[in-house]
Nanobody
């Protein structure tokens, strides 16, 4: 079982940047597909980005495409989410998730596609 710990969330002004990190405890981290999701108060958890085990395939929600970049360092057992040109509507609790299958299925944007979740890190974008 893998444990995930997110960090990097904070209060930032609109137009600013943040980099979120998600560190995994599992030694076989390199076998997992990873995703980032977010959840704002009163809203459902929504997909942000996903990356395959090798980093060779990535997907993004339309709302963040061109602004956010997901990447991973398997040697460090860490996945990152670089967020640029932040908007107030990006305010949410951001969660990373892991799928042991390693590859991304066509349902990569469903939270149920991922078995393991972190506790989240809060991102607040002020206008």
């Amino acid at each position: 079982q893998v444990q995930l710990v997110e960090s990097g969330g904070e209060l930032v002004q609109a137009g600013g940047s943040l980099r979120l990190s998600c560190a995994a405890s599992e030694g076989t981290f390199g076998n997992y597909a990873m995703g980032w999701f977010r959840q704002a108060p009163g809203k459902e958890r929504e997909f942000v980005a996903a990356i395959s085990w090798s980093g060779g395939r990535t997907y993004y929600a339309d709302s963040v495409k061109g602004r956010f970049t997901i990447s991973r360092d398997n040697a460090k057992k860490t996945v990152y989410l670089q967020m640029n040109t932040l908007k107030p509507e990006d305010t949410a609790n951001y969660y990373c998730a892991a799928a042991s299958r390693g590859y991304l299925r066509s349902t990569y944007y469903y939270p149920n596609d991922y078995e393991y979740w972190g506790q989240g890190t809060q991102v607040t974008v002020s206008s």
